[in-house]
């Protein structure tokens, strides 16, 4: 069996679950089960959400765990032998429960279907976000797989039960950001293999340009905690191509030159991304560079 576990914050994923309970219909019975766990939403979004309880099992949290905490939690709530992960703002199309299932017969350990996004985000308000999914993040298969442990993402993956349950989430990190970077790194670790199939899931939430960088500072912040933590681990910064740099930079003693410009470039790069101008990955890696290098500095 299949688990399809989806966890909910503050949006309205009643189109998800339809049409994920439209193709459970197409299914043998018995072979993939829908769980929602929601993460202490607003009484709004609660609301919006009820109608998810006819077709799937919603489970309503009274505290808010945050993102690595609840995937965990999803082991008591399902019974499938393999875990199916969805964030709640995805879109899916035609055959997808269909494309994992097939994949089972080669008994996988961790399955990662990838991410797609709509052109019409590609506008001034969105480009961004925009521009770093489609560059960074929406890829092939055969691209991933090159790869395979550089290129987890949480967002659409399965993953066999008893890989859960040895290699949990790490619940010490709250907020947005690098769960799925820490755990691509135990699974390699662990010699977990991962496979990566064209089976994408659409991101139906692609963030203005404004909220995406104050959720990529929130994603540097919880980057940097697991430098403090795991520094001394050569393979995780070598895994992780902003901490690869700053490395560099520390070897060289260069990291005061870039934290100088930095701080001269901050205001109006932020005022640049935020505009939506020509913007490129370049930039937008300078600017989490500077981003992490004033975490650490802190201490």
């Not at 766990?37 to 099992?57: E, K």
């Not at 950001?177 to 010699?191: A, S, V």
């Not at 995780?236 to 001269?264: D, G, P």
Request: aromatic residues 10%.
């Amino acid at each position: 069996m299949i688990s399809v576990c989806i966890p909910l914050y503050n949006y309205n994923a009643v189109p998800l679950v339809e049409a994920l309970h439209r193709q459970c219909r197409q299914m043998a019975p018995g072979e993939v089960e829908l769980v929602c766990i929601d993460d202490r939403s607003t009484d709004q979004w609660r609301q919006a959400n009820a109608a998810i309880d006819g077709m799937a099992r919603r489970v309503l949290l009274e505290a808010n765990i945050g993102r690595a905490a609840i995937r965990n939690l999803f082991l008591q709530h399902t019974a499938g032998q393999y875990l199916l992960f969805l964030d709640n703002d995805m879109k899916v199309g035609d055959g997808f429960l269909q494309r994992y299932a097939d994949t089972l017969a080669d008994g996988p350990k961790v399955v990662v279907g990838g991410v797609a996004y709509n052109r019409c985000y590609n506008d001034d308000a969105h480009r961004l976000r925009y521009l770093y999914g489609t560059t960074v993040e929406s890829r092939s298969a055969s691209e991933r797989n090159r790869n395979p442990y550089r290129a987890f993402m949480t967002g659409n993956f399965m993953i066999e039960r008893s890989v859960l349950e040895q290699i949990r989430f790490d619940e010490s990190l709250h907020g947005y950001g690098h769960e799925d970077t820490l755990f691509g790194y135990r699974l390699q670790q662990e010699g977990v293999p991962i496979v990566h199939i064209d089976n994408p899931a659409e991101n139906g939430q692609v963030e203005l340009n404004a909220e995406f960088l104050d959720k990529t500072a929130e994603a540097v912040a919880n980057l940097a905690l697991l430098y403090r933590r795991l520094g001394t681990d050569h393979g995780f910064c070598q895994s992780v191509r902003l901490l690869k740099t700053y490395e560099r930079l520390r070897r060289y003693r260069a990291v005061w030159l870039v934290a100088a410009l930095f701080a001269v470039l901050k205001r109006p790069l932020r005022s640049h991304f935020v505009a939506g101008n020509a913007i490129t990955v370049a930039q937008f890696n300078f600017y989490k560079l500077g981003l992490l290098i004033g975490c650490l500095r802190k201490g």
